[in-house]
């Protein structure tokens, strides 16, 4: 149909043109589909030929569409017009930007499984060397609180407890290794043998 449109708008140009001003509409919007195939489209508001910029996107027009850069990939510490946006002014626009601006999604750079691996291989390795040489060195700091030791069965008795049975429930949780590393507190037979000397060496204390 487009041919033989062009077809005809070839053969009878003038005489179209000089007839009547509905005859040379019709040889307008003619020569513009005709044109289309020539690469151009005729302008009807101005009524210029315009040559397309992309001949397979003929919407754009005669706009030269740049190359799509994402605003992201762009340098942060750069000077700009507008600073947020990171464009300049009389800058071109895609005609995607809205796809491609700060606010768009973000894209990620995929690397391969290989790389992916290395990366995270000296990531972690890095953290077991970190570790190690202060496991080696002995750098850690010694403990910044004084150690929790109570007698009298971690004062099960003085907490609630009504036999050896609920004790573990009521007790004060001793730190025995400590006790035993550091003596802070003497065990509990200890203390039961202080107690019997005690009351040994001061039988008449308090009588009359």
Known sequence: MISRIGLRSTRGASGLVRSTPCAAARHVQMTSLRSYSDKTIFDLPTGKTIVLADPER????????????LAQ???PYQKYDDQQN????????????????VWSPDYYDFVSN?????QNGIFFGLIAGVAAIVA????????????????????????????EDNA?????????????????LPADGEIESNKKEYLAENKGFGKV
């Open 168 to 184: 573990a429930f009521y007790q004060a949780k001793p730190d025995l290794s400590a006790e035993k590393e550091c003596g802070v």
């Open 73 to 75: 990939d762009k340098d």
């Open 114 to 118: 290989k790389e992916a691996l290395k």
């Open 86 to 101: 990171r464009r300049n002014l009389n800058d071109p626009v895609h005609i995607d930007e809205d796809m491609l601006d």
């Open 136 to 163: 080696y060195l002995q750098l850690n700091p010694e403990k910044p609180a004084m150690i929790r030791s109570y007698p009298f069965n971690g004062l099960a008795n003085e907490l609630g407890a009504t036999s």
């Open 58 to 69: 003929p919407e754009f027009g005669d706009y030269k569409n740049p190359k799509p850069v």
